[in-house]
């Protein structure tokens, strides 16, 4: 399933866990099928399964293995599939790493179409560098100084700012960015572009899967910085070439004195399959 342009391999373990063979483990299976030339091909690896405290919950594995907090392409698309595959109501929780998040159902045309708003939570107060949310690090990289926002909308993210985000280096510096000593536990890159108070234009560099065709978070974390530092407003259509997410951060009030992200955007299935045992065990010994 991919929302935007950003593909994970779901697996449903709704049913119940399951024993993976010997010497398998999610990390490895995450790296074996985004694999786009020996595997399936994705942006990483998504759990998907009943939670413990909500009706629904989900694991991310990055493409290189790594397991993440939270993915706002990949949630619509938990909630698509556990609404029209396991019947849940319009509007429920999923557990994840970052904590519960809210999600509902917004339009459901069809099996594997879907349009989802997910209630994101509030930005955290210190960013990923222990910076204040709305404040910049300026980080030396490849000789120069660049200025970025690091903010935590659930997973860490870096946002900085450029004229023209088509002609951003975005896999020169992305990566560098990603592994620099201020980022202990690595983090996500956004470039992005004001093209007036209400529209961005971003391109991201993943944490663990590099250039990538949408990320939500990563679009919440713009609006985040853009509406914090004076130049958007705090609702904003972003724009990333995979599509469009439209994300709001309410104002603050006295239950959410930092105010709350809502993102909204579509979910799409693409395939269903069965990956037989003998080669998961063999791809993930690779």
């Not at 222990?130 to 000789?143: I, P, T």
């Amino acid at each position: 399933m991919h929302g935007l342009g950003n593909a994970y391999v779901y697996v449903d373990l709704a049913a119940g866990d399951v024993a993976l063979p010997e010497g398998v483990t999610w990390p490895s299976l995450a790296r074996a099928v985004a694999d786009p030339h020996l595997g399936i091909g994705s942006d990483g690896l998504i759990l998907m399964a009943r939670g413990r405290a909500a009706p629904a919950a989900m694991r991310i594995f990055n493409a290189d293995g790594s397991e993440g907090e939270m993915c706002g392409n990949g949630i619509r698309a938990v909630a698509m599939w556990m609404h029209q595959r396991h019947g849940l109501p319009r509007h429920f929780d999923v557990e994840t790493l970052a904590g519960l998040r809210s999600v509902e159902i917004l339009e459901s045309p069809s099996f594997g179409r879907a349009r989802v708003r997910v209630d994101m939570g509030a930005p955290h107060e210190v960013g990923p560098a222990g910076s204040a949310l709305g404040d910049s690090v300026s980080l030396e990289v490849r000789g120069e100084r660049l200025e970025v926002w690091p903010i935590s909308v659930g997973n860490p993210h870096a946002v900085l700012f450029v004229e023209d985000v088509d002609r951003a280096p975005v896999r020169e510096v992305g990566p560098l960015i990603e592994r620099h000593e201020r980022f202990p536990g690595r983090v996500n890159v956004e470039f992005v572009q004001v093209v007036e108070p209400g529209r961005l234009k971003m391109r991201v560099w993943e944490r663990g899967s590099g250039e990538t065709m949408a990320c939500g978070t990563g679009a919440c974390a713009c609006v985040v910085a853009a509406a914090a530092t004076g130049r958007a407003g705090r609702r904003a259509e972003v724009e990333l070439p995979g599509g469009r997410l439209e994300v709001e951060w309410d104002e603050p009030d006295p239950g959410h004195p930092l105010g709350r992200i809502r993102m909204t955007g579509p979910a799409r299935l693409v395939m269903e399959a069965t990956l037989p045992w003998d080669w998961v065990k063999e791809a993930s010994a690779r």
